[in-house]
Nanobody, 125 residues
């Protein structure tokens, strides 16, 4: 089992950058596929990015070229670097973990077993 804690959210101006982090408990962090999702009130949770155990990455089209997911297995932490932010990126960002990876279903929230509590990102126009 793994516990996830996000941090680093906040308010940023449009066009700005922000990095959110997700720290994981446990000694098997490098066994997990890690992902970021986001969700606005009243909307479904939306896939943002995923990083596999071998650090292969996949992104939603809406963030490709602007966001970068990375992981530091020594620190049990996954990061989401967000550049060129716009108001449409305003959401609660959630970290998620799973032991099973499929390129077909990695963008589906139901594929993930563990979730953090979320961190709010707000982009001011």
């Amino acid at each position: 089992q793994v516990q996830l804690v996000e941090s680093g959210g906040g308010l940023v101006q449009a066009g700005g950058s922000l990095r959110v982090s997700c720290s994981a408990s446990g000694r098997t962090f490098n066994s997990y596929v890690m992902a970021w999702f986001r969700q606005a009130p009243g909307k479904e949770r939306e896939f943002v990015a995923v990083i596999t155990r071998s650090s292969t990455t996949y992104y939603a089209d809406s963030v490709k070229g602007r966001f970068t997911i990375s992981r530091d297995n020594d620190k049990n932490t996954v990061y989401l670097h967000m550049n060129s932010l716009n108001p449409e990126d305003t959401d609660v960002y959630y970290c998620a973990a799973t032991l099973i990876f499929s390129v077909v279903t990695c963008n589906t929230p139901a594929e993930y077993d563990y979730w953090g509590q979320g961190t709010q990102v707000a982009v001011d126009a």
